[in-house]
């Protein structure tokens, strides 16, 4: 089965520091296979059979803590779950110059369409939606400080997710649809 493993908070501001290359090396060494990454903030794709998500995680967390010293959550996610997340992405949302389009994947503990309650949306601001193992948000730029999920960072809901752009979100569904191909 394919994976990625979307690790929170590593290589931002100069903290939490990883190298992509010697991460790949800590995840052949879990036993996970074809192991591809992608930029240097936590995308890595793999393979493996027999294990939960939740297993998985937890192995990595473990190993990433042996290898580098750094308690890293680790969120995973299969491939089908990346495609159902993708294809809820409208086609029309970007991350450029002009639109700010976030994929905020949840924690497994919070995955449910009540955890918008504990964000603040601005109708006439944000696009904001809920899919089984992420909230979907787009801001146009000029309105990101107007905004009401521009709030969620400090708060304990902030500390249950991990954030990629919209590109950087299709770009993992591609590579994980490239390595189920071969």
Same mark, same amino acid.
């Given at each position: 089965?394919?994976?990625?493993?979307?690790?929170?908070?590593?290589?931002?501001?100069?903290?939490?520091?990883?190298?992509?290359?010697?991460?790949?090396?800590?995840?052949?060494?879990?036993?996970?296979?074809?192991?591809?990454?992608?930029?240097?903030?936590?995308?890595?794709?793999?393979?493996?059979?027999?294990?939960?998500?939740?297993?998985? *995680?937890? #192995? %990595?967390?473990?190993?990433?803590?042996? $290898?580098?010293?750094?308690?890293? @959550?680790? /969120? !995973?996610?299969?491939?089908?779950?990346?495609?159902?997340?993708?294809?809820?992405?409208?086609?029309?949302?970007?991350?450029?110059?002009?639109?700010? *389009?976030? #994929? %905020?994947?949840?924690?497994?503990?919070? $995955?449910?369409?009540?955890?918008? @309650?504990? /964000? !603040?949306?601005?109708?006439?601001?944000?696009?904001?939606?809920?899919?089984?193992?992420?909230?979907?948000?787009?801001?146009?730029?000029?309105?990101?400080?107007?905004?009401?999920?521009?709030?969620?960072?400090?708060?304990?809901?902030?500390?249950?997710?991990? /954030?990629?752009?919209?590109?950087?979100?299709?770009?993992?569904?591609?590579?994980?649809?490239?390595?189920?191909?071969?």
């Amino acid at each position: 089965m394919i994976y990625v493993a979307l690790l929170r908070g590593i290589n931002i501001g100069g903290r939490n520091k990883i190298d992509m290359k010697l991460l790949k090396q800590t995840f052949e060494k879990a036993g996970m296979n074809d192991v591809v990454t992608y930029i240097n903030t936590g995308n890595i794709i793999f393979s493996k059979e027999g294990q939960s998500r939740t297993d998985l *995680s937890r #192995v %990595l967390e473990e190993v990433i803590l042996e $290898d580098f010293g750094l308690q890293i @959550k680790v /969120v !995973v996610r299969s491939l089908e779950d990346i495609r159902g997340i993708v294809k809820e992405i409208p086609d029309t949302w970007k991350n450029d110059k002009d639109m700010k *389009s976030d #994929v %905020l994947f949840l924690w497994d503990e919070v $995955d449910n369409e009540a955890v918008l @309650k504990n /964000v !603040v949306i601005k109708p006439t601001i944000d696009n904001v939606k809920y899919v089984p193992g992420a909230i979907l948000w787009s801001v146009d730029k000029k309105n990101v400080t107007k905004s009401g999920m521009s709030r969620i960072v400090g708060s304990k809901l902030y500390k249950q997710v991990t /954030v990629r752009n919209v590109n950087t979100a299709r770009k993992i569904y591609g590579l994980m649809l490239t390595q189920e191909s071969r």
